[in-house]
């Protein structure tokens, strides 16, 4: 089946910069995107920037919109999320998943599956 295995995390200070990557293994499935979505302890799951698997198409929440970029490189089946000016509140567990329900809005996390077991972000000085 369809496996996503993120890295890239680690301690950063504020202010700096991490990359992140999503990479997919497996049985090659058609799905409509990849979202990065972020955990921090004791909160709910964030989904904060989605692509569309062409690349065409990329969207952002408001909390990161302006700092992260999304992107993908379809010949080595990775997603890349480019993080700048890191806040202590980026601070969380980062991780992807596949759209495998068409239409809808892409931060509904029932539309996806086969989430990864996620890189950790600490923002911290």
């Known amino acids: 089946q369809l496996q996503f295995v993120e890295s890239g995390g680690g301690l950063v200070q504020p202010g700096g910069s991490l990359r992140l990557s999503c990479a997919a293994s497996?049985?090659?499935?058609?799905?409509?995107?990849t979202v990065w979505c972020r955990q921090a302890p004791g909160k709910e799951r964030e989904m904060i920037s989605y692509?569309?698997?062409?690349?065409?198409?990329?969207d952002y929440a408001d909390s990161v919109k302006g700092r992260f970029t999304v992107s993908r490189d379809n010949a080595k089946n990775t997603v890349y999320l480019q993080m700048n000016r890191l806040k202590p509140e980026d601070t969380a567990v980062y991780s992807c998943?596949?759209?495998?329900?068409?239409?809808?809005?892409?931060?509904?996390?029932?539309?996806?599956?086969?989430w990864g077991q996620g890189t950790q972000v600490t923002v911290s000085s």
């Open positions: 692509i569309t698997s062409s690349g065409g198409g990329t």
């Open positions: 998943a596949a759209k495998t329900i068409y239409g809808g809005r892409w931060w509904n996390d029932h539309l996806y599956q086969y």
């Open positions: 497996g049985f090659t499935l058609d799905y409509e995107g």
